[in-house]
């Protein structure tokens, strides 16, 4: 991973646990996917469920398929059933 990359992962770990969420989507939504991922799953699990009910469908379902099954199965769930019931999940 690159030094920016690092940084904006300590920097999003950081934010989630200030509880800025609205920052911690945009920091998401600026990185690649797969360093989107990345950094998602360097939070701890209860900070991933509180930022992904807040992510915006699209960028959700772009991380979705880089989590393992039993945490994407989970974080899908903490989803409303309006949420899960876009098409961006189907």
């Known amino acids: 991973m690159r030094n920016t990359s690092r940084r904006r992962v300590e920097d999003l770990q950081k934010i989630v646990s200030h509880g800025r969420y609205d920052r ?3 920091i998401l939504g600026g990185l690649d996917p797969a ?7 360097s939070l701890l699990f209860e900070e991933q ?3 992904f009910v807040r992510l915006p ?3 959700a ?3 979705i398929p880089a989590f393992p099954y039993y945490d994407s199965f989970v ?7 309006e949420q899960r019931g876009c098409p961006d999940f189907r």
Not at 75 to 81: E, Q, R, T, V, W
């Open 24 to 26: 911690a989507v945009a």
């Open 35 to 41: 360093v989107a991922a990345d950094a998602f799953a």
């Open 49 to 51: 469920r509180a930022l």
């Open 57 to 59: 469908i699209d960028l």
């Open 61 to 63: 379902a772009k991380l």
């Open 75 to 81: 974080l899908l769930h903490a989803l409303s059933a």
